[in-house]
Every structure is written in C-alpha cells, then in structure tokens.
C-alpha cells in the first residue's frame, strides 16, 4: 500500500468501507437513460439500422484525435482521447430492437413507460422513507435505473456509498458532522501563507516596546521564523508547500474547464457556473493535500463531475448547498475501490490498472473466447489501448450525461463493489459489437473502440449482468 495513506479496507460485500478516511488522512469518520426495455427481444422481432447518434445521445462531441492510446497518456492523462459517446465517424451502423405494432386494444408503449416511471419513483420513495433503510432491497432497485427527479438519485447514492447511515434517525446528525469537517479542513490547508502568517501574529502587538519604557523608541522588525520566509525551500515553510500547491492548482483548474464543455453548468461564464467550478476546485485540491503519495491525476474532475452535479441539483436547498462537503466525501469513498489504478508505481502490482485489465480480458475469454482470441491473436487491439480510460474515469468518457448517470446507477448498486460491475460493462461492451470487431483489422478496432458507438444503455447494462465470472459458453445474439 502507498506511503502515506491509510490502508483501504479488504473487501467484501459491502462495496463501501464503514468509515470515510481510507484515502484521508486525519479526516476519520465514526461508525456510525435510456429508459428501455429490460426483457431479451421477443421471438420474431425484427432489427432495424439506427445511425450512430441516432439513439441516446444528448450531446455532441468534438472527434478527437485518432492517435493510438498506448499505457498511460502523457499529455492529456487518462482524458486523452476526448469525449467517446459521439459514434464511429460514419462507420457500419448500429442495431436495436423494432417493437411490433400494438395489438388492438394494448396500451401505447408510452404509457407504458410512463407507469414504470411511476411506479419505479415510488418504490425509491417507500425504501428510503424507512426508519431503517434496506440497502439489499435499494441495491436491487438502483441497479434498474434512478429517478431523475425529487433528489431520489442523490440521496440513494449517498446511501450506496455509506455516506448516509441505514437508520434515518442518524441523517441530521451523521451529515452536520460531516460537514462541518469539511469546513475545518478546507480552513486548514486550503489557506493562503499570507492568512496563515495574519493569524499566527494577531496576539503579537507590531509596536511593543520594552517593559517598563515610557519613551518611544525605534519601530521592531518582526522576527519571521524560517517556515514563514516566502524563499524558504523547507518541507516545514507553508510557502514552499503553497508553490508547490500552484502547480496542482493550475492543471485542476485547466481540467475543468474541459470538464462536460457542452453542460453550462460546468463550462458557463455565469457566477453559478463560475461558483460549480470553484467548489470542484477545493474537492480536488484538498484530496491531492491529503493524499501526497496520489496528488491529483489527470481524470479525476471526470469521475468527481456526476457526483457534484446530482448532489447540486438535489431539490432540498439545504443539501444543494452543502454539495462540496458531500460531493468530497463521497468522492474519497468512491475512489476508495480503485485509487491504486491512479498511481503509476502501483500498475506492475495485483491492485495496479494493468491487473485489472488482465481481469478483463479473462472475463472476455471466459465468456466469449472467439472474440478474445481475435483481439488478442489476430487484430493485436490491447485492452491497454481503449479499457485503461474506460476502467479509470468509470466510463465517464464514453457515454452521454445522462447515460452516465444510468450506468453509475448500476455500478453503485452491485451489492459486489462498483469494480466487478465495472469490468462486467466493459466486457458487454465487447460482445454488443462482436460483428463490427470480428470484421475489423488493428486501426478499425482501435478507432470504434476509442469512440465507443451509441447503444441501448439498458441493452447493454442487461448484457453486464448476465456475465458471470464462471460463464464459459456465454454467446451474444448478434
């Protein structure tokens, strides 16, 4: 495990440790879109030709460059590579199910989705208005898609994530405390040397004179101790962590502005965007503070995005307004499943990103090893060249908003941890476009892999879960 940073808990079921503080240090935590068809296609349906972006798209991307993506990319971090969700550059197109014409007297499809809605919103509602919460019966529910509206998707993942406790009764408490942490750390190491300085000297008096003179002298020089002097190079000088600060500071602040530039509540020039932006800023400039051995990498303004925005847009003012304090400390337990894949010393060991992307490419070859075979033997696509962004920004780059809002729905409620969902979706993502990949060569394969065409998100969330580890015949019906 890293120098400096606590050991994160060993994982079990429970996706999510107990206590917040696994990547924090000093911060410890007392116990305490597609909205789709979730059936298989019906004997006899037929398949229409949908063009990419043609389904579940509410956002265009800029084509990125079509460079290879080999291991980590240096300039752009594992962002390199642009936005995926903008489809294959007019390539082969993509295929989803036509429904057959309504029988007379069925209800419009619709209205049926319509009642769905509903009748999913009130199950949300009914499960966290318990006194004591059922999170096996919220898992289940949330791995089928959240409700947008009402702050239902904000308080279910503050649950999933263990930020709120099972036992309503402990919220008020649970989430005072917690924020007024926030607020503490936030005044302790995100001050300037300048503020840190005027605090230390207010009980000095700049005019003292000797005791028992009455006659004015010559005006003292402060005394200025060597952790306070702007040129010290020492670890202990506030000045010296403050420049070295700057650096970190300036790359967050140039990731988010490339942070969803389609979404004005990221990217506006309007005081609210402006104030989204800042409050971003202090989430990762205080996790790199308390985590010297990770930092800040590249990538993390795009898993940190989803969280913010959700926690932003929850209806009750008084959560909304408390986003950072919560967005922070549900991001520290989020990256708690897969810090490792952040640090590049780590890569070479068992909970580095290059095993986890072995993992994958097993979970391929066990459930479809034609497929493996001709990525691996034949075209030579490395999961290294696309997976690596997919597994560490957690597919934030590869779908729309909105998708990635279903998707997170889903990783956060495996009752297994969001990392073996993960790996299942990414899996999925293989088998639902086999044909494309099976008739592709190198530079084909890498470019649809890179720019991930559009899909039936529920489609291929099905797909995820009917992989199991133990699957050895699994086939695709393409």
């Not at 847009?313 to 967005?327: C, F, I, L, V, Y």
């Amino acid at each position: 495990m890293l120098k400096n940073k606590l050991k994160i808990p060993d994982k079990t079921r429970k996706p999510f440790p107990d206590r917040l503080g696994s990547l924090v240090i000093g911060f410890d935590y007392r116990d305490g879109e597609n909205a789709g068809s979730d059936a298989a296609l019906e004997f006899g349906e037929e398949l229409e030709t949908i063009q990419p972006n043609g389904f579940g798209s509410d956002r265009e991307f800029e084509e990125p460059d079509d460079g290879v993506e080999e291991g980590r990319v240096q300039d752009e971090g594992p962002t390199g590579g642009g936005a995926a969700g903008g489809g294959c550059g007019g390539g082969e197109p993509e295929f989803r199910a036509r429904q057959r014409p309504a029988r007379e007297g069925s209800v419009p499809v619709s209205v049926l989705e319509v009642i769905a809605a509903d009748e999913k919103r009130s199950d949300v509602q009914y499960e966290i208005s318990q006194e004591e919460i059922n999170l096996e019966k919220l898992q289940r529910i949330a791995s089928k898609g959240l409700p947008d509206e009402g702050g239902l998707r904000a308080t279910t993942w503050k649950l999933l994530l263990g930020y709120l406790p099972p036992s309503r009764n402990l919220w008020e408490k649970e989430l005072s405390e917690n924020r007024l942490k926030y607020a503490k750390l936030k005044e302790d190491l995100l001050i300037s040397p300048s503020e840190f300085a005027r605090r230390k000297n207010l009980d000095f008096s700049p005019c003292e004179t000797e005791a028992g003179s009455d006659v004015d002298g010559p005006l003292r020089r402060h005394q200025i101790s060597q952790e306070d002097h702007p040129l010290s190079l020492g670890k202990a000088s506030v000045w010296n962590q403050y420049f070295e600060n700057t650096e970190v500071a300036e790359q967050i602040d140039r990731d988010l502005q490339r942070t969803h530039p389609d979404m004005k509540f990221f990217s506006g020039e309007t005081a609210i965007s402006r104030r989204h932006r800042e409050a971003m800023r202090n989430i990762l400039l205080l996790f790199a503070k308390l985590n010297p051995a990770i930092r800040y990498v590249q990538g993390m303004n795009e898993v940190l995005a989803p969280l913010y925005y959700v926690f932003s847009t929850d209806p009750n003012e008084q959560n909304a307004a408390n986003a950072e304090a919560d967005s922070f400390s549900c991001f520290v337990r989020l990256l708690g499943d897969s810090v490792d894949h952040f640090c590049q010393q780590l890569d070479n060991s068992s909970v580095g990103i290059l095993s986890t992307l072995s993992r994958l490419s097993e979970l391929l070859k066990t459930n479809d090893e034609e497929l493996w075979r001709h990525l691996e033997f034949t075209t030579r696509v490395e999961p290294q060249f696309y997976a690596f962004r997919w597994i560490t920004l957690l597919l934030t780059q590869e779908f729309s908003f909105q998708s990635i809002l279903r998707i997170w729905d889903s990783l956060l409620g495996n009752p297994f941890g969001v990392q073996d969902m993960l790996l299942r979706v990414c899996c999925a993502m293989l088998l639902c476009i086999k044909s494309r990949l099976m008739s592709g060569d190198f530079i084909a394969n890498l470019k649809l892999l890179q720019h991930y065409p559009d899909i039936n998100i529920e489609h291929l969330l099905q797909v995820a879960m009917d992989l199991t580890p133990d699957t050895s015949s699994y086939r695709l019906s393409l």
